[in-house]
């Protein structure tokens, strides 16, 4: 039997911004990210019951980029604008819309916004209980930049 | 400390289609819908550890449409192509790319799609455990009926 559930709606998108839904800044400090910012489109809601996961959209200028990290939680990322050259571990790979990428536990990982003229918008999905990101330390640093591709692509 | 983990991985987009995802008919059995198939892009496959959500995506052809269902667990879905009305409980609402929509636990809910040059693709985000959908008995779907605007666009 179903019942009337006032919790379901639609949030219906504008230029990549989404009516009833708050935006915050992508972190609230640091210095390893630049031009991003973020909405949690579903998932961070009271009344969004049912699920255990969030879905977030990430949007970041031309030349910006995330933070290079890792965790122990995964990624789900689609693209939904613009262009990215990801480090992956010790790879860079490029994306587009719809791409879809995978963000295995503890890959080493910083998407950079490699349109001239558009942001890079794409959503994030990631489970509500997960553990904080964590920036790579030196030795992995170094390991990385061993690889003069991806040392031309990691910003920090 | 960073580990290279070969599960990370972008599987490009063409067409609506992932390469390296293996798509799949809608559902194995059933007359309550039409013209549908979908792919799980991630959240099913070996190796695709540290989320506890599957990214699946949709398609249905012009006219088609998903079942009239409802279940306990939560549904976001994010449009992606075309353009959808969904039958959500009482109610019947309109969505195109790339509004979002959350569909609460247990609420009745039926896309269609209604372009009539394209077809309605979108994402759908589940829990990976979840119950089985189920179809509303006559009952409720005597009660949707009253609506003259619902008992329009619902398909069974």
């Known amino acids: 039997m179903s019942q009337s559930n006032t ?3 639609v949030f219906p998108e504008q230029a990549f911004r989404w009516q009833g839904i708050e935006e915050e800044a992508y972190k609230a400090q640091g210095t390893h990210f630049s031009g991003a910012r973020r909405q949690v489109l579903i998932g961070g809601g009271s009344g969004e019951q049912g699920i255990s996961f969030e879905t977030r959209y990430f949007e970041v200028e031309p030349g910006g980029y995330t933070s290079l990290e890792h965790h122990a939680h995964g990624h789900v990322v689609v693209v939904l604008r613009g262009s990215v050259e990801i480090v992956l571990d010790q790879t860079v790979q ?3 819309p719809f791409d879809c990428i995978f963000i295995a536990p503890h890959s080493l990982h910083q998407l950079v916004a490699t349109s001239q003229d558009e942001p ?3 959503l994030c ?4 209980q997960r ?3 964590q920036l790579p330390d030196k030795e992995t640093l170094n390991r990385l930049s061993a690889d003069p591709r991806v040392a031309a692509r990691i910003r920090t």
């Open 7 to 9: 919790a379901s709606k």
């Open 94 to 96: 490029q994306a587009s």
């Open 120 to 122: 890079l918008g794409f």
């Open 125 to 128: 999905i990631v489970d509500q």
């Open 131 to 133: 553990d904080p990101p």
